[in-house]
T-cell receptor, first 111, second 117 residues
Framework: GQQVMQIPQYQHVQEGEDFTTYCNSS?????IQWYKQRPGGHPVFLIQ?????EVKKQKRLTFQFGEAKKNSSLHITATQTTDVGTYFC???????????FGTGTRLTVIP | EAGVAQSPRYKIIEKRQSVAFWCNPI?????LYWYQQILGQGPKLLIQ????????DSQLPKDRFSAERLKGVDSTLKIQPAKLEDSAVYLC???????????????FGPGTRLTVL
């Protein structure tokens, strides 16, 4: 079955440092979505990537979809305390009808 | 725009008891999802509805879990009887009509935190 792994599982950074989380799927994806879940909160949609090699930016966040459409990354430049939370990628396997959420990367930002 | 509503927010039961969760999606959203999120893990899809029809329930433990969306709007998820390993947050999400061809973002509700003792 489909598996979506994320690394690292945890990341502690000093405020102002950069952060990257990587998402790897065992199968080819038709698209990938990223969600952020604050501690005690629910997942909130960040972005969707569809095209091979696609790169999208949202202020300090940069999202990339791999050429083979089996991996993705989220990079945050100059982290802030508001970036704290768990970042999940969620992939839609080609031909499937539902997303498969990754294991998540929990980000802690030390002020 | 009102978000996805869920109730109750918290529930504590003993094993072998029954429990039901309710979800009201965002108005106009045809697709409704129930997820189970165990502490420290990503959400795991239990069931997906398109209007009042089931799209995917392959990961729903059907011997104890059931869900319905009779009028294609709100939905209930039931566990009967509950086991200790069912302790988790149960998240409901909705989206505009989604398919393998066109997949939309999901809007999540606040979740129901279930503790089974």
């Amino acid at each position: 079955g489909q598996q979506v792994m994320q690394i690292p599982q945890y990341q502690h950074v000093q405020e102002g440092e950069d952060f990257t989380t990587y998402c790897n799927s065992s199968t080819t994806l038709s698209n990938i979505q990223w969600y952020k879940q604050r501690p005690g909160g629910h997942p909130v949609f960040l972005i969707q990537l569809v095209k091979s090699g696609e790169v999208k930016k949202q202020k300090r966040l940069t999202f990339q979809f791999g050429e083979a459409k089996k991996n993705s990354s989220l990079h945050i430049t100059a982290t802030q305390t508001t970036d704290v939370g768990t970042y999940f990628c969620a992939g839609l396997e080609t031909g499937a009808n539902n997303l498969f959420f990754g294991t998540g990367t929990r980000l802690t930002v030390i002020p | 725009e009102a978000g996805v509503a869920q109730s109750p927010r918290y529930k504590i039961i003993e094993k072998r008891q029954s429990v039901a969760f309710w979800c009201n999606p965002i108005s106009g959203h045809a697709t409704l999802y129930w997820y189970q999120q165990i502490l420290g893990q990503g959400p795991k899809l239990l069931i997906q509805f398109q209007n009042n029809g089931v799209v995917d329930d392959s990961q729903l433990p059907k011997d104890r879990f059931s869900a319905e969306r009779l009028k294609g709007v709100d939905s209930t998820l039931k566990i009967q009887p509950a086991k200790l390993e069912d302790s988790a947050v149960y998240l409901c999400a909705s989206s505009f009509r989604s398919s393998a061809v066109s997949y939309n973002e999901q809007f999540f509700g606040p979740g129901t935190r279930l503790t089974v003792l």
